[in-house]
């Protein structure tokens, strides 16, 4: 039988800070005018994940609306809000999007995080995209995922981390939890056996 970690998504109920998971991907946070309010935004790969991120995110208190860049893209953008602002400072400098300085990749926030812009490859090994137009925020993505037990490795020219291995998979998916509810089960970190090595 299993302990349930300190650390898994299940292990509290969701919070504001979570939502730095969808930072840890293509997520973008801005500070509106005296830097008082900010908005939260996410350009998703997949337009059929909009429902689900937007119940993760309705579950911490923050309302989403989703609307199409102009590529023709789902994105998922809150108002600007007061309670956003706090986030905002950790994980910005200036306008460029960053890591905080030690900050704890935790079940909460990893399952936005896979939620958002997760998948299983074909090897049975789980990928987790990153921004690539904040490539600074890499190394250090790197190294809290290493320090939540599940070191990566950087693929396809560092769009994303690869979590392979079987202890590392069995690690993911004790930290992100059963599938969230209007997720593509597909999409989510599973124990695939002999296959995640």
Same mark, same amino acid.
């Given at each position: 039988?299993?302990?349930?970690?300190?650390?898994?998504?299940?292990?509290?109920?969701?919070?504001?800070?979570?939502?730095?998971?969808?930072?840890?991907?293509?997520?973008?946070?801005?500070?509106?005018?005296?830097?008082?309010?900010?908005?939260?935004?996410?350009? /998703? =790969?997949?337009?059929? @994940?909009?429902?689900? $991120?937007?119940? !993760?995110?309705?579950? #911490?208190?923050? %309302? &989403?609306?989703?609307?199409?860049?102009?590529?023709?893209?789902?994105? /998922? =953008?809150?108002?600007? @809000?007061?309670?956003? $602002?706090?986030? !905002?400072?950790?994980? #910005?400098?200036? %306008? &460029?999007?960053?890591?905080?300085?030690?900050?704890?990749?935790?079940?909460?926030?990893?399952?936005?995080?896979?939620?958002?812009?997760?998948?299983?490859?074909?090897?049975?090994?789980?990928?987790?995209?990153?921004?690539?137009?904040?490539?600074?925020?890499?190394?250090?993505?790197?190294?809290?995922?290493?320090?939540?037990?599940?070191?990566?490795?950087?693929?396809?020219?560092?769009?994303?981390?690869?979590?392979?291995?079987?202890?590392?998979?069995?690690?993911?998916?004790?930290?992100?939890?059963?599938?969230?509810?209007?997720?593509?089960?597909?999409?989510?970190?599973?124990?695939?056996?002999?296959?995640?090595?």
């Amino acid at each position: 039988m299993s302990q349930l970690s300190l650390f898994s998504a299940d292990a509290r109920p969701p919070r504001v800070s979570d939502l730095a998971g969808l930072l840890c991907g293509p997520g973008q946070i801005v500070r509106f005018g005296a830097g008082d309010q900010a908005r939260l935004s996410i350009v /998703l =790969r997949d337009p059929a @994940r909009a429902p689900a $991120v937007t119940a !993760a995110c309705v579950a #911490t208190g923050i %309302a &989403v609306s989703a609307t199409r860049t102009e590529s023709g893209a789902t994105a /998922l =953008r809150t108002a600007f @809000r007061c309670d956003l $602002v706090e986030l !905002a400072r950790a994980w #910005t400098h200036g %306008a &460029v999007k960053t890591v905080p300085v030690g900050w704890e990749l935790d079940g909460p926030a990893l399952r936005l995080w896979a939620l958002a812009a997760g998948r299983p490859d074909e090897r049975g090994a789980y990928l987790l995209d990153l921004d690539a137009h904040a490539p600074d925020t890499h190394l250090p993505l790197i190294a809290a995922a290493t320090r939540a037990g599940i070191p990566p490795a950087r693929v396809g020219n560092g769009a994303a981390l690869r979590i392979s291995g079987t202890r590392r998979v069995q690690r993911l998916v004790e930290l992100v939890g059963p599938v969230p509810p209007r997720a593509e089960t597909a999409d989510w970190p599973r124990y695939w056996g002999r296959r995640a090595s």
